[in-house]
Structures are given as C-alpha cells and as structure tokens.
C-alpha cells in the first residue's frame, strides 16, 4: 500500500466524466480532482454525482476552480457562482476547492482590490468549512514568487487561512525551483500539482508540459524531498493531454506511488 495520499485530475476527461472515473478505477486510483464544471452539471441532481463516484469507486479529493479574483467588474455574479458551488461541495462533502486565480486581464496585478475579492470568495468556503488552496498559475495575477509572497503575506496580516496548491509545471515556468519552494512553504502546501516539462525555444513560454518520465524536473529528487520533510498531504497527477492511455496513466501513477 502506499504511503502518499494520490489523486488524478480528470481535466482530459472534461467532457466525458464517465469515462475519466472508469479508466481511474481499471487503474486503481480512488480519488481524483474534479472540474467544477462538472460540479455544476450535476447542480440539480448531486445524488446521481455521489452514486457514480461509489460506481466506480473513486471520490474526490477536491475540486478545481477558477476564482476569477479580478472580475471586479462582475463581483455580484462571481460571488453568487462560488456561492453555489460552496453549496454544492458541502452537500456532496468534498473538503478542498483549488482555486486558479483567473486569467490576466491586461496589466492586472496583485493588489489591495484584488486580495479584497479574493477574501469574498474565501469566505463563501470558509463558512461552509471547505478549505481553499491557492494555485499560482501561468497567465494569472498570482504566479511569480512576489506575487506568491504578497499574497501570504496579506493573507496572515488579514489572519486568513489560505493553502497553497503548487504545480511543478507552473513553478518551472516562474523560474521558481520548487523543491526550495516546498520546502519554504511545507507547513502551508495541501496538494500539489505533479507534471512535468519539457524545455522549449519560445518567447512566451519557457516548456511544454509533459508527462512525469519525460522533462526537465527531477521528479524522484522531489519525491525524495517530500519523504524528508514527511508529507503527508495531496500529490495530484496531472496529464495534460487529452484521454490519456492507461499505459500512460499507470506508468506515472505508479511512478508515485511506488517510490519508497
């Protein structure tokens, strides 16, 4: 048995969720991370959602969703969004939202008005007791690491108890190593995003995301780091391609779950 806690993202199955939660039980997963689009295609008939997870037995460790921290402009219909989707988690007892801070929306930055929006949608969750974790993210307000440190920063001056959901993907792309990050955050981090990259010549991005066996990231280097530190939190395998093989899956599934 192993001794980390593994989730799949069902993001290359997200128009298809019956499939993505039969291939995860023919592999042997019982959990993933669901989209929250899912959630809400199921918003009137949750019960039918609960009885496919027992189907195939694989729950949910979270939910993904974007937070869209700064739609200022549409703060009414945002907040009434993740007012729903809070009730929807709570009903169906999930514990975890992973919140994408939304797309950059022209020279947008992390400020007083966005971490004001930001507070809002935390406390739809944090009443409904669903923890929130943070993930910093390519193309967003929060992915650097001073934005990433802004954001802590505030959060514990505001005494908000925000989690932090990185992706090894994400934080090569940042130029950000992510085993210092691990560690420098590990008292915080509640899941993390597991991909690899593969280096590439481009102006907007520095690599393509990849499976863990390919790239540039030593994965049994961090996992040696998660062992040292004892994690004991979230791994989220995600494979950023549509449908993947169960090859594929199990290939990097095991590479998880198998390391001592």
């Known amino acids: 048995m192993s001794k980390w806690k593994t989730s799949v993202h069902l993001f290359p199955w997200c128009r298809d969720l019956e499939e993505g939660l039969l291939k995860l039980s023919i592999l042997g997963a019982t959990h993933c991370e669901i ?26 460790s979270a939910v993904f969703a974007f937070g869209n921290f700064n739609r200022y402009k549409d703060i009414k219909m945002l907040l009434y969004h993740h007012d729903q989707l809070s009730y929807c988690l709570e009903r169906l007892k999930i514990k975890n939202v992973v919140l994408h801070p939304g797309h950059q929306i022209g020279n947008t930055v992390f400020n007083n008005q966005l971490f004001s929006t930001f507070k809002k949608i935390y406390k739809r969750y944090e009443r409904r007791g669903i923890n929130v974790g943070l993930h910093p993210h390519i193309g967003s307000p929060i992915f650097y690491q001073s934005e990433i440190d802004l954001l802590i920063e505030m959060c514990s001056r505001e005494k908000v108890e925000i989690t932090l959901v990185p992706d090894l993907g994400h934080l090569y792309e940042a130029s950000i190593d992510p085993i210092q990050f691990i560690k420098q955050h590990q008292n915080i981090i509640r899941n993390i995003h597991f991909k690899n990259i593969l280096k590439i010549s481009s102006q ?39 449908y993947p093989s169960l090859q594929t899956l199990s290939k990097n599934y095991n590479l998880i779950n198998n390391f001592n």
């Open 204 to 242: 907007l991005r520095k690599g393509r995301f990849t499976p863990l066996d390919l790239g540039e990231l030593d994965i049994p280097q961090i996992m040696s780091t998660l062992k040292k530190i004892d994690y004991n939190q979230w791994i989220t395998l995600e494979i950023e391609e549509k």
């Open 35 to 60: 989209g929250s689009s899912f959630i809400f295609h199921y918003k009137n008939d949750l019960d039918y959602l609960t009885f496919l997870f027992n189907k195939y037995n694989v729950l949910p």
